[in-house]
């Protein structure tokens, strides 16, 4: 059996808050004596009896620890000792507040890091992290699994408190207890977990607390070097610490110059490691032909035989695409469009070198701004009196590959996958034998990731590889996209490397339309101009970590060698080859607000209203209409009908008047019914979504599922599917008079007996064979969850939101007020599936008013204006809406002939309204 390890996260509460606090002239300032002040202290508490209870960091992330222990009651000893700590002798900053730390324990079967023994991913490791989003201060939230082997040693002045269940993102939904110390009480859980981009975790080694790495100016974790100088330069800061090499600002001595140095650490320069050497020379010899303007280009090195190995690179004055995303949103279509195109001549002059790049993505592409007369006129230009130019670069060569050379090579030793998995294509994470076309997917997924603030597979529950093999490319809501540049998109993205353009050069020429109106330089400037601290604008929740590349975030796009954005803003210096970020900025208002409001709201009333036609008449009347036609087809299905016949014929008014005889004919019924519909399911479960379907009898008794549940002999006599009154029926007299519907039915939602999910059917009468009475003999229907119409979302790139709503009345809660009125949320972008949300009365009210069932509704002319969705991301956003009843055509397969329905559900297309 594997060994249960015991993981535990701990950070500071507020740390953001706590350095803008701090006392300093500029950032720079602020950042070391938060580290002076908090950090260390902080990290000589965690180090404080860590070896005693077994236990070691495993890696940092700025003032967040993640830690291993061997047992679980050695690591809730420690953590309730670190807390007594910071509560009897605390972190106190110049203002008297007291610094506070919250911390997260879960054990499971630890998965070991493949490039690195000493490191763990997995789910497991993702489960405390994920723990530690509902923690504050002072607290010590632990898993299910911790809270049982806690409660089987009842340890001294140690309570467990169950908060309840919540749902971890990239987990499951799971219950959260408290462990409780020195008769403390529960103190409530943060209701909402921030989301924002989280930090990059650096793996170190434990040490005693007078050798911990010291701190870099932005929080991070670089390792000790004495070193002072390589060849003709001299080394100042440390700007980042990867697993193999240590990167450094330097400075020429004769000529006064800024370089990048990037060092090898010396415990991979002793007996052993000759081939690491070798291989970096190799590498060095390669990248350093290159020499192109849309790539940062290697100027100098040490030599084989030196007792240190270093690479001298360009030191660009610039901001990694990662990075202006986080800070101002998605981009525009032409400036996403012109980065990546001139990426993509970047890539084109590697390629024709016989290399490949391997780690393409945002934080490896970087802008920066030079005058006019310094590139050729092929960048981007800013007209006026200092005509710069905005250059995109490609950095970190140090992946390349030669074309020729299948082998891993040296970077396999600072890169856990060989690249970045959210950008990797289905064949990089297979072999490292790939060509440029891997290239131009990592190329595609980042030109997704500046258009739509993420990743494309940021919120897939499957692993990357996964996710990038098999997931469609999710629709892009952020930015509104013309069709063609989506087309380009989708071919960048090809799974198969023979559907992607052949060569990054035929990408630029396909993205060059779309560039018209660009203006890099502007953008720079916006960012360079900012001071301060800020949050990340980007639209979807990047909490989820991504189950390959463990407590990075799946955002997290920056290689191990990155310093930290809070330093490079602090000090202004500029970013060089390797180098990426961490953290956000506020969203930079418009100059002239109410213009570019009034235009936002004209483009909102021309697209919302198409938007929503397109998504009312299109893919899901064509996928209600799919149901019908299987439902009635096979409802007259002679073996279906003869079945169902068979088991009415059973049937008595009165249950007691039923014989022995009449049971054993029904069960040999059932049993040739439970045959038809497994058929019938596994038949048709690839044509048709459906959470399950179901047979009811002439009484209402369902007599047959597919798949299976304890439903099955329950009698839903009451439900609107079986009878089609409109609602499900309370009233004994009204039940017990209801019969099988008579013509194809949507049912108003209801709640189900088996899951309690909020559900809508689709239900069909069975007739009798060759009967030409109307009178059903039973119901045949499929269920769906609520959230589940998936197909509202397909093929929809623009920025608005598709919603479905349900304007009649339901029975999502039985015997209430509320149910008979109606504005139930069928489907919602960030809806849970099969679960309640409703319209505010106000807004279902205006929404009935204007009759949107009857002919001759115009959604244009009943555009909403400050719309307020229950499901609002952040809580009371408004939007703009626009809205489209939903009609259908089904072909009657009783009579021949196709019958049109209007459910009673509106499509709704909204987008928020800029703050």
């Known amino acids: 059996m594997a060994e249960l390890k015991t993981f535990l996260f701990t950070d500071i509460c507020g740390s953001v808050r706590l350095k803008g606090a701090m006392t300093g002239r500029d950032v720079s300032e602020r950042d070391r004596a938060f580290i002076d002040t908090v950090l260390r202290p902080h990290r000589e508490h965690i180090q404080r009896n860590l070896a005693d209870r077994g236990g070691r960091v495993v890696s940092t992330a700025g003032d967040g620890h993640f830690l291993v222990f061997a047992t679980t009651i050695d690591a809730a000893l420690w953590a309730v000792d670190v807390q007594r700590i910071h509560r009897d002798d605390p972190i106190e900053l110049p203002s008297g507040e007291q610094v506070e730390v919250r911390i997260s324990i879960h054990v499971g079967v630890p998965q070991i890091d493949p490039s690195d023994a000493t490191n763990f991913i997995g789910k497991n490791v993702d489960y405390a992290a994920r723990l530690n989003?509902?923690?504050?201060?002072?607290?010590?939230?632990?898993?299910?699994?911790?809270?049982?082997?806690?409660?089987?040693?009842?340890?001294?002045?140690v309570d467990l408190h169950l908060h309840g269940d919540y749902q971890l993102k990239g987990i499951k939904t799971?219950?959260?207890?408290?462990?409780?110390?020195?008769?403390?009480?529960?103190?409530?859980?943060?209701?909402?977990?921030?989301?924002?981009?989280?930090?990059?975790?650096?793996?170190?080694h434990t040490m005693p607390v007078e050798g911990l790495s010291p701190t870099t100016p932005g929080g991070g974790v670089g390792l000790l070097s004495k070193l002072q100088r390589v060849g003709n330069y001299e080394l100042e800061e440390l700007l980042g610490s990867g697993g193999m090499g240590d990167v450094y600002r330097a400075r020429h001595t004769q000529f006064d110059r800024t370089r990048a140095v990037k060092v090898i650490k010396p415990q991979f320069l002793g007996e052993g490691h000759e081939d690491i050497v070798r291989r970096f020379y190799n590498e060095i010899k390669a990248v350093g032909k290159l020499e192109h303007k849309n790539i940062v280009v290697a100027i100098d090195s040490s030599a084989p035989s030196d007792l240190v190995h270093y690479l001298v690179m360009e030191y660009i004055d610039g901001v990694g695409l990662d990075q202006l995303v986080a800070m101002h949103g998605p981009l525009s279509v032409p400036?996403?469009?012109?980065?990546?195109?001139?990426?993509?001549?970047?890539?084109?002059?590697?390629?024709r070198n016989g290399m490949v790049h391997r780690d393409i993505k945002p934080s490896n592409?970087?802008?920066?701004?030079?005058?006019?007369?310094?590139?050729?006129?092929?960048?981007?230009?800013?007209?006026?009196?200092?005509?710069?130019?905005?250059?995109?670069?490609?950095?970190?060569?140090?992946?390349?590959?030669?074309?020729?050379?299948?082998?891993?090579?040296?970077?396999?030793?600072?890169?856990?996958?060989?690249?970045?998995?959210?950008?990797?294509?289905?064949?990089?994470?297979?072999?490292?034998?790939?060509?440029?076309?891997?290239?131009?997917?990592?190329?595609?997924?980042?030109?997704?990731?500046?258009?739509?603030?993420?990743?494309?597979?940021?919120?897939?529950?499957?692993?990357?590889?996964?996710?990038?093999?098999?997931?469609?490319?999710?629709?892009?809501?952020?930015?509104?996209?013309?069709?063609?540049?989506?087309?380009?998109?989708?071919?960048?993205?090809?799974?198969?490397p023979e559907d992607r353009y052949a060569e990054p050069d035929e990408v630029a020429a396909a993205l060059l339309p779309f560039c018209e109106g660009h203006n890099l330089p502007a953008l720079f400037h916006e960012f360079e101009d900012y001071d301060g601290?800020?949050?990340?604008?980007?639209?979807?929740?990047?909490?989820?970590?991504?189950?390959?590349?463990?407590?990075?975030?799946?955002?997290?796009?920056?290689?191990?060698?990155?310093?930290?954005?809070?330093?490079?803003?602090?000090?202004?210096?500029?970013?060089?080859?390797?180098?990426?970020f961490a953290g956000g900025a506020l969203w930079l208002l418009d100059k002239s607000r109410e213009e570019a409001l009034a235009r936002a709201e004209a483009d909102a009333r021309q697209q919302l209203p198409a938007t929503a036609k397109t998504a009312a008449h299109a893919n899901l009347p064509k996928a209600i209409s799919e149901r019908f036609d299987l439902l009635t087809r096979s409802a007259a299905d002679p073996q279906l009908q003869g079945i169902v016949a068979r088991i009415n014929a059973t049937r008595r008014d009165d249950a007691d008047k039923e014989t022995e005889e009449d049971r054993q004919q029904r069960a040999e019924a059932v049993k040739d019914l439970e045959a038809w519909i497994k058929d019938f399911g596994f038949r048709n479960q690839d044509a048709v979504q459906a959470d399950s379907l179901f047979v009811n009898d002439v009484q209402g008794y369902q007599v047959s599922r597919f798949p299976k549940s304890d439903s099955i002999g329950k009698n839903y006599r009451d439900r609107d599917y079986f009878h089609g009154k409109g609602r499900n029926l309370t009233d004994p007299a009204e039940i017990a008079a209801a019969k099988p519907i008579s013509d194809p039915r949507v049912s108003a939602v209801y709640r189900s007996t088996t899951t309690n999910n909020l559900k809508v059917a689709f239900s069909v009468p069975?007739?009798?064979?060759?009967?030409?009475?109307?009178?059903?003999?039973?119901?045949?229907?499929?269920?769906?969850?609520?959230?589940?119409?998936?197909?509202?979302?397909?093929?929809?790139?623009?920025?608005?939101e598709i919603v479905l709503i349900d304007l009649r009345r339901d029975s999502a809660d039985e015997d209430t007020a509320e149910a008979s009125e109606g504005g139930l949320i069928l489907h919602h972008p960030r809806q849970t599936t099969g679960k309640r949300a409703r319209l505010a009365d106000t807004w279902r009210d205006a929404i009935r008013a204007t009759h949107p069932l009857e002919p001759g509704f115009r959604s244009e002319d009943h555009f909403l204006v400050g719309y307020e969705d229950p499901l609002a991301e952040p809580q009371g956003q408004k939007y703009w809406a626009a809205f489209e009843p939903v009609r259908f055509t089904y072909h009657n397969a009783a009579t021949g002939e196709d019958q049109e329905m209007a459910p009673g559900w509106v499509v709704l297309a909204q987008k928020p309204i800029p703050e």
């Open 766 to 800: 069975i007739l009798a064979e060759g009967s030409a009475d109307d009178d059903a003999i039973g119901v045949l229907a499929m269920s769906l969850n609520v959230a589940q119409f998936q197909v509202l979302e397909e093929g929809f790139t623009g920025s608005a």
């Open 533 to 580: 601290d800020y949050e990340s604008r980007t639209p979807t929740d990047p909490a989820a970590s991504s189950r390959a590349e463990t407590w990075r975030s799946r955002w997290s796009t920056g290689s191990t060698l990155l310093p930290t954005r809070r330093w490079l803003l602090g000090t202004g210096v500029p970013i060089l080859m390797a180098l990426g």
């Open 174 to 204: 799971v219950p959260v207890y408290e462990l409780l110390y020195d008769g403390s009480k529960p103190r409530p859980l943060r209701e909402r977990p921030k989301s924002g981009p989280e930090r990059e975790r650096q793996s170190i």
């Open 335 to 351: 400036d996403a469009c012109e980065t990546i195109r001139q990426a993509a001549r970047g890539l084109q002059y590697i390629h």
């Open 365 to 496: 592409l970087m802008l920066s701004v030079i005058d006019n007369d310094q590139v050729h006129s092929d960048s981007s230009v800013m007209e006026g009196a200092e005509r710069q130019r905005g250059v995109v670069k490609i950095l970190d060569l140090g992946l390349a590959l030669l074309a020729q050379d299948g082998q891993d090579r040296l970077t396999r030793y600072e890169n856990r996958a060989m690249g970045t998995g959210m950008y990797m294509s289905p064949e990089q994470w297979k072999t490292t034998s790939v060509d440029i076309r891997a290239d131009i997917y990592s190329l595609g997924c980042s030109l997704y990731h500046l258009l739509a603030g993420h990743p494309p597979f940021a919120d897939s529950e499957l692993r990357p590889e996964k996710a990038h093999e098999k997931s469609a490319i999710p629709p892009i809501r952020a930015t509104s996209l013309p069709r063609k540049l989506w087309d380009v998109i989708r071919k960048m993205m090809a799974k198969r």
């Open 133 to 157: 989003d509902y923690a504050t201060g002072g607290q010590i939230l632990v898993s299910r699994s911790v809270m049982a082997i806690l409660d089987d040693v009842d340890l001294d002045g």
